[in-house]
């Protein structure tokens, strides 16, 4: 059997350059996980179902388990690990857990970079906005309505009071 075709990539992970060789058949979240050892994005359904591996790339919320490895060329990419601020959790992190918004903590990580994307996007959302920036994200434990608070109570944080 031919051996699997490797292709030369680079890109930037959390403000890291980044370049290696991956298959061609190989996902980015296979990368990010299991060569990164970026173990914050989760692996749920693994067919774009579940947004437990969401990270942000170029900005917007993408599913890694649906990109390829090879697709990561040249993009600028956040996951989870990259919300860390000063060796201290973001202002959306800790909203998250001081209002309840985690749980068994799975779906985290994914709602987290989704949050991120929106708010980078549109700082003082309302409520239909967050509600579908985290549309592709499941969640089995909360009910959803803690982790809408917690994006609101972030953006009135970071941004003030919407206008
Ligand atoms: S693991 Fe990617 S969407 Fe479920
Ligand atoms: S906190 Fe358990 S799945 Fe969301």
């Known amino acids: 059997m031919e051996p699997c075709r490797q292709v030369p990539v ?32 989760k692996e749920g359904c693994g067919i774009g179902e579940c947004g437990a591996c969401t990270i942000v790339v170029d ?25 860390i601020e000063k060796h201290e959790l973001s202002v959306l992190q800790k909203a998250f857990l001081e209002d309840h ?8 990580p994914g709602m987290l970079m989704s949050s ?7 700082p003082r959302p309302d409520k239909g906005d967050i509600v579908d920036a985290i549309s592709g994200n499941l969640c089995r434990c909360t009910g959803y309505q803690q982790v809408v608070g917690a994006i609101q109570d972030a953006a009135r944080r970071l941004f003030g009071e919407k206008a």
Do not use: P, W, Y
């Open 116 to 122: 991120c994307a929106l708010l980078k996007d549109k």
């Open 10 to 41: 680079a890109f930037t992970i959390n403000g890291r350059a980044v370049s290696l060789e991956v298959a061609a058949d190989e996902t980015a979240l296979h990368v990010i996980r299991d060569r990164l050892l970026l173990k914050g994005t």
């Open 59 to 83: 900005g917007k919320a993408v599913n890694a388990c649906l990109m390829l490895a090879a697709q990561l060329q040249g993009r600028n990419i956040m996951t989870v690990e990259g919300l």
């Open 101 to 108: 918004a985690v749980q068994c903590g799975f779906c985290t």
